[in-house]
């Protein structure tokens, strides 16, 4: 798969975006001021253990308390699925029915990493089961599961790489897809700085006192590097002179096959908007997706769950209504799951596709999705297509979607989408007036409106003002005001 890697560095942001196919599936903006917290280490406190909800919270310094579940603090092993295909566990992960005031108490110290950044009022999500990533493998040093990314397709590399770290014990590792076709020196090399690693940050928990900050993640460029830019790869550009040697410097350490692939962008010009992303960026911020066909999507994200219509738009066809619907949905299944990827949509999902009578067209398009999914690093959990033609899914979601990072709720509409209707307006300022005449007993007010409705109540509900004068004797003076709300009028007597 032919893939770009891009990466844009100034003092204020982070910017990684990546290319499949000639096409954006992935982009993230990190803002120096609100980092992400991903990945971070920290002692922390216990400040409150919730039975009813067998959770608990954890100061760790942040400014909201972390969130932890009873799965995540040793009652049940975390599902590593996402990572690894299920068929690589040695044996199903045991289900253990605890409690979790057996495993924590107010005012504890435990150990915790973030798993997903806090997002909207919610806290950050945390993990006692820690995980360290590094170029090649992840360690996880309080379970003992194997695995091999579920991106490695080839039967005989995955067997061979599973022998490798079926001989290392101590702990879980899975071997990223970065590590395919690596040898068992690069391997093993990989294992030691893991375990060091490891021990630093124990010793680092046992000197600190909690909240602190025990290990930090990567820096925002090295980590996009360290989980982006493998062999599938074929060239990652970066702007930043000082990022370049940085990047430089890790990968002659860690992996310097890719060296030559790493390219300095010496433009004035801005990288992003030289190769395009910017205006691929401003697409996928709006609701409508335009497919080559003619057909579209229309994405709509809600606080419950993101609703994905696919619509027929301008796609005709050429033989039967059924194989028209077919062919449309089966375009669709890959942009959407492109769109899933690129706007970072995550939690529940519903796909409505355009209705299909036939079975087998149905449960072909079902295995053409699962297929898609299958590229996703994030993990996702497919749902059958109903009676109705719905497919639900869930996808892992970890920090806050592309549409809520690059932008803010409307101060106009406050994030509905609509502002009330001109007649709607007219009908509200008719009632206030004659409210306003029968109260303080007055036969003219000034009525201060936007242009909007002062061209509305002079053209076509100019029978308004006419009613107003003639059958309650009130006449008004109308003025306009550029800097009020649509919605916003003021009656001056």
Known sequence: MSSVLFLSVNPFETRVALRERARLVSYRAERHRTSSVVGNLYKGRVTRVLPGMQAAFVDVGLPRDGFLYVREAGGILEDFTDIFRVDDTPSPTEVVDTDIGDLLRQGQEILVQVVKD????????????????????????????????????????????????EAFGGGGWI??????????????????????????VQ????????????????????RAVRDTFTIAVQEAWVD??????????????????LVPRLKLYRKSTDLMS??????????????KVWLKSGGYLVVNQTEALVAIDVNTGKFVGSTSLEET??????????????????RDLGGIVVIDFIDMEDPAHRLELYDALQAELDNDPARTQLLPMSEI??????????????????????????GSGKIKALPTICLEIRRELLAAA?????????????????????????????????????QVILRENPLLHQEQFEIIG
């Open 118 to 165: 806090p997002i909207g009022t919610k806290g950050a999500r945390m993990t006692t089961h820690i995980t360290l990533p590094g170029r090649f493998l992840v360690f996880m040093p309080t379970v003992g599961q194997l695995g091999v990314s579920r991106r490695i397709a080839d039967d005989a590399e995955r067997a061979r790489l599973k022998g490798v770290i």
């Open 175 to 200: 071997v990223r897809t970065a590590g395919e076709g690596q040898g068992i020196p690069e391997l093993e090399a990989d294992r030691r700085y893991l375990l060091q690693l490891w021990s630093q």
């Open 203 to 222: 010793a680092a928990s046992e000197r600190a006192k909690a909240p602190h900050l025990v290990h930090h993640e990567l820096s925002p460029v090295l």
């Open 240 to 257: 930043d002179e000082e990022a370049y040697e940085e990047i430089l410097d890790f990968l002659e350490q860690t992996d310097p096959a």
């Open 274 to 287: 030289a190769f395009g992303i910017d205006r691929e960026l401003e697409k996928a911020l709006r609701p």
């Open 325 to 342: 619907v077919f062919t449309l949905n089966l375009e669709a299944v890959r942009e959407i799951v492109r769109q899933l990827r690129l």
């Open 389 to 414: 033609g719905l497919i639900q899914l869930t996808r892992k979601r970890t920090r806050p979607s592309l549409d809520r990072t690059l932008s803010r709720e409307c101060p106009y509409c406050h």
């Open 438 to 474: 029968v109260a303080e007993v007055r036969d003219q007010v000034s009525l201060v409106v936007h242009p909007e409705v002062s061209h509305y109540l002079q053209g076509p509900f100019r029978d308004l003002l006419r009613e107003l004068e003639e059958v309650h004797g009130l």
